[in-house]
């Protein structure tokens, strides 16, 4: 009598990845497997497994991190099933939290893969996914402006010089840089620090605004619809815009409100506050964005039905009702 196969076997692979190595655990359905270290190349992968693992089928996970998806595409392209997941989401018991090692990261990846408890992020395309490049540049950018203006302002702070009332504030103008520009210390070295730390502050100040420019045109042209869709919800100007489209990638995806945690989680990077001397500042512009009714008054304009400014100036204010405007069905309950 043959015996015939009627189950598929699997192979669940958890991978620790670094710049240098993996760390690989190789898990079955009916056994532990084993683990161990490799060159970070997918293609060696790849081989073993088709050597050691032929006719299983494949399921991988890895952690987020600073490798990005290339791995994750090359695992797709080979017709395995590749998870990219949270770290924060891999569970562990209670000494698990103490003792991390890249072989028990591995481990547990695996464990986690192969009991179904493991599910992957978003992975934006190509496209989207250079878009976020540019619009993490652009913060990189803010970072290193606000930096240089703080080593100029200390340097005066340093010295002595007392800054004009009209120009003590964040917004620096032309006139303050022209002022700035003709100052003159008692001796040369001081001189050429500030004009070096100026130059530095003009070039900041010159790609933040081509970044800036490219990152407004990109959208524009590629992302059109959703891009001004976003622009036309109060509170919601060109960056912001633009980092949710690049960050958060289509809204549709969401299966609905109770989803809309994560646009508020991301919201709050631009409604965040900071200390400055005695006073609390605000670094959002524009009215407060609650995200439900936010989430809410980007559907009704996408789907077509009447979000007319009434609409739109009211999904700014928390816990309010708004009424569809042809009939009895409500928008935003």
Known sequence: MKTQQTAIAKLFIGIDIHKRSWK???????????????????EQLFCYVKKHYPDYNVTTAYEAGCCGYYAHRCFESYGWKSLVVNPADIFRRGKERYTKTDRIDAQLIARELKDGR???????????????????RRNDLVKDMRQIKSYIKMQLLYYG??????????????????WLDHLVFEYEPGNEVLKSRMRSFR?????????????RKYNKQYYKKDYMLLRSIPGIGAIVAS???????????????????????????????WRYGSSYRSQHAGPPIDTQLFYRGFLASDTGRSCNATLLSQISRKGCQIDHCKDSQKVIK
């Open 243 to 273: 980092g949710i489209l690049s960050e958060l990638g289509d809204l549709r995806r969401f299966n609905g409100i109770k989803q809309s945690f994560r646009i508020r989680r991301f919201m709050s990077r631009f409604i965040s506050k």
């Open 24 to 42: 690989v655990h190789c898990s079955t359905d009916l056994s532990a497997g084993k683990t161990f270290s490799m060159v970070p190349d997918p």
């Open 118 to 136: 493991l599910e992957g992020i978003e992975v934006p395309d190509k496209k989207r996914e250079q878009l976020r490049s540019l619009f993490r």
């Open 161 to 178: 010089i007392q800054i004009p009332d009209e120009f003590d504030n964040d917004h620096w103008s032309h006139k303050f840089r022209m």
């Open 203 to 215: 070039f900041i100040d010159q790609e933040f605004r081509n970044v800036s420019t490219l990152l």
